[in-house]
């Protein structure tokens, strides 16, 4: 029987950016696993796959959720970003970002967004995005999206520390309501 690809990218993203302990597996400070470690617990769980089939996942995941480090061959894995785990730390370091950054949200979000700012949730991060188009698809995904600009450089300039993850994301701990407007 093949695999499912997509459930099962979203399988690796549970255990990678929100719940490892659901098939036993613990992440080290910066996020990473072994991959043997990680491939024997999803073998345990119910969840086997072969490495080739990771990999496939990894590589055609088209928002580069993942990245692996390297000791000569590939050892390790981890999510990039949008870990809920609050002690992982990515080891990013700030950065100044652009003027204007975007954030793709549901309609039914805005009025309280433009009130109270955005904030993290159950994450360490807000996520903001380099250009408009990539933050319609993320507001897509969670009912009829709604785009809102973020005046990052005033706020990189009022002293906000900002982060770019490995896949292109950007990333700051909280956007005060002053720095939104509506598009």
């Not at 993320?138 to 770019?164: A, C, I, N, Y």
């Amino acid at each position: 029987m093949a695999v499912n690809l997509t459930s099962m990218g979203k399988f690796l993203a549970l255990v990678l950016r929100h719940k490892p302990e659901v098939i036993g597996l613990k992440l080290d400070a910066g996020g990473w696993v072994a991959i043997d470690d990680l491939l024997s617990a999803m073998a345990k769980h119910g969840k086997g796959i072969e490495r080739e089939t990771l990999e496939d996942i990894v590589d055609t995941d088209n928002k580069g959720r993942y990245e692996y480090k390297y000791n000569g061959d590939v050892t390790k894995i981890r999510a990039c970003q949008g870990h809920s785990i609050k002690d992982i730390d990515l080891g990013l370091e700030p950065t100044k970002p652009p003027e204007v950054l975007y954030h793709g949200t549901a309609v039914r979000f805005v009025n309280a967004i433009i009130n109270e700012g955005l904030k993290p949730g159950n994450r360490q991060y807000v996520h903001l995005s380099l250009d408009h188009e990539t933050a319609v698809k993320v507001g897509s995904r969670h009912g009829t999206p709604f785009v809102l600009k973020v005046l990052s450089g005033k706020m990189h300039q009022d002293g906000h520390e900002f982060f770019l993850s490995h896949n292109n994301v950007w990333l700051t701990k909280n956007v005060p309501a002053e720095y939104i407007k509506g598009l």
